[in-house]
C-alpha cells in the first residue's frame, strides 16, 4: 500500500492487479436466502418438538428448526411424512446448511432411523438449510406410492449414507415415479468410506437415485467422496437417472473424488432408460490415487444432450464421456473439456463435435485441489466454441460468451474488466 497526497487529500491506493477475483470452487450450502416463511409456521428446538410437529403438520405450513443437533436415533426415530398433504416445509432456522444436525444411528445399524427423513404422501415437499448424517438407508426417502411428487432439495449437507443419499423410487416396479424433483445447492459426501458393512455391501450407493421420474433439475451441488473403501469396487454413479426417467436437467454441479459422475440411462436392456435431457456446465475432477470409471455416461438414452462439461480423470480411466446402446440415438455431445476422450459404444449413435480430449493441468487454476476454472494457459479452450442456444451461461452464472466467443468446458475465462487507474498528479510520497 502507498499514501499519497493527492490535489490535497491523503487517500491510500491498492495496486491494481489483472488477475479478476477468484470465483467460488462451488455454490453448495450457499444457496440465495429462502423469504421468510408466511403462513401456519411452527418452530421447534427439540428433538421430541420436531417429531410431534412432522406428526401433525398440515398443508402449507412449515416447520423452522432452530440450531442445534437433533439426535433422532436416541429419540423418535425417522422423520415420516406420511400425510396427503401440499406445500410443507422442513427447514433450518438460518441459511446456513450446518446449523442444524439431524443425526442417524449410523450406516451400519439401522435402529429406528433407516431413513433420515421420510416423504410418503406431501406434495411440493420441501427440505432446506441442514444437514442430515449416519443413516442406515438414505437420509432423503422420496416414495410416490403414497402420491409424492415435486419434492425441493434446497441449501441441505446430507453425509454416509448406507446406501444411496436421495432416493426417488417408482410406483412398484416401474413408471410412474417422483417427478419435477429440483435437487440444488446442497452437498452429499462420505467423510470416510461407505462402510462395507452397510445394508447394500461395499459398492452400493449413489448420490442422487431417481427411478420413472420426469423433468427433474440438479444443479448447483457438490458431490464428494462418493467412493468405495480401497479394494471394494466402484461406487455407483452420484447422479443416477433412469428406468424410464426422462428430461433431465444436470447442470452446475462440482463432482470431487467421486469413482462414477453422472448417468442418464443405466440399463443395457432397456432402450428407453432414459429420454431427452441437458447436462451441460458441470466440473468433475479425480485425482490419480482415487480409483474409477466414467465422467459422464448416456445410457440407451434418446436426444441427449452433453454440452460444455470439464472432465478430468487424471489418468484413471480411459474416456471421459461415453455414450451406450442401441436406444441412445440422436445424442450431441459438443464443447466438453477433458483428458480423455469421448467414446461410442454398443450401438449408440449421435454428433460428437467440437471437444477437446487434450487438457492439462495447468490449463486450470488449481487441478489438484480440483479448481478446474480456466487459467490464461488454456488457449486451446478460451474463445474456440461458437454460441449455443442450450448453454447461455457458464459453471459460475457468468454469460457465454465473455470473450470474443465462447470457451470449450464448463467455465468461461474471465479478464478482470477493472480499469488501471489513471497516473496521479500534484502528489506526494509520505
Known sequence: MIKVNLCGLTIATLLWSQTAL???????CQAPALPAPTGNVITVASEPALQAAVAAVTSN?????????????AGGGTLYFNKSVAN????????????????????TNQGNTPYGIWVGGPTGMRIANLTIRDIYFHPIMLDPNFGTQSPHI??????????????????GTSSPGVSNGIVEYSIM?????????????????????????????????????????????????????WNRSRDTIVEGNLFLNTQRGIALGLDGTRVDD??????????????????????????????????????MLSGTYPSAIEYRFSGTTGALIQYNLADAGVQQRDGASGTVVGNASNAQANWFVNALLGDLHLAATAVEAIDRATALADVTQDYDGDA???????????????????????????????
Open 88 to 107: 410443507v416445509t422442513l427447514r433450518g432456522a438460518t441459511n446456513g446448511c450446518d446449523d442444524v444436525i439431524l443425526v442417524g444411528a449410523g450406516m
Open 189 to 241: 459426501e462420505y467423510v470416510t468410506w461407505l462402510d462395507p458393512g452397510a445394508p447394500g455391501g461395499a459398492t452400493y450407493t449413489n448420490g442422487v437415485d431417481v427411478h420413472a421420474g420426469a423433468s427433474w433439475i440438479i444443479r448447483y451441488n457438490l458431490f464428494r467422496n462418493i467412493r468405495a473403501a480401497p479394494g471394494q469396487g466402484l461406487a455407483g454413479h452420484a447422479i443416477l437417472m
Open 400 to 430: 457465454r460468451p465473455i470473450g470474443l466467443a465462447p470457451d470449450i468446458g464448463a467455465d468461461e475465462f474471465v479478464v478482470s474488466s477493472a480499469i488501471p487507474p489513471s497516473v496521479p498528479t500534484n502528489l506526494s510520497v509520505q
Open 154 to 171: 434446497y441449501n441441505v449437507r446430507l453425509i454416509n449414507a448406507g446406501e444411496q443419499f436421495v432416493k426417488a423410487t417408482p410406483v
Open 61 to 73: 405450513a412449515t416447520i423452522v428448526i432452530q440450531p442445534g443437533t437433533y439426535n433422532l436415533a
Open 22 to 28: 477468484a470465483a467460488p470452487l462451488t455454490r453448495s
Open 274 to 311: 432414459h429420454t431427452g435431457g441437458i447436462v451441460r456446465n458441470n466440473i468433475f475432477h479425480r485425482s490419480s490415487s482415487q480409483s474409477g470409471d466414467i465422467g459422464i455416461s448416456i445410457n440407451n438414452s434418446a436426444g441427449t444432450k452433453v454440452l460444455h462439461n470439464t472432465v
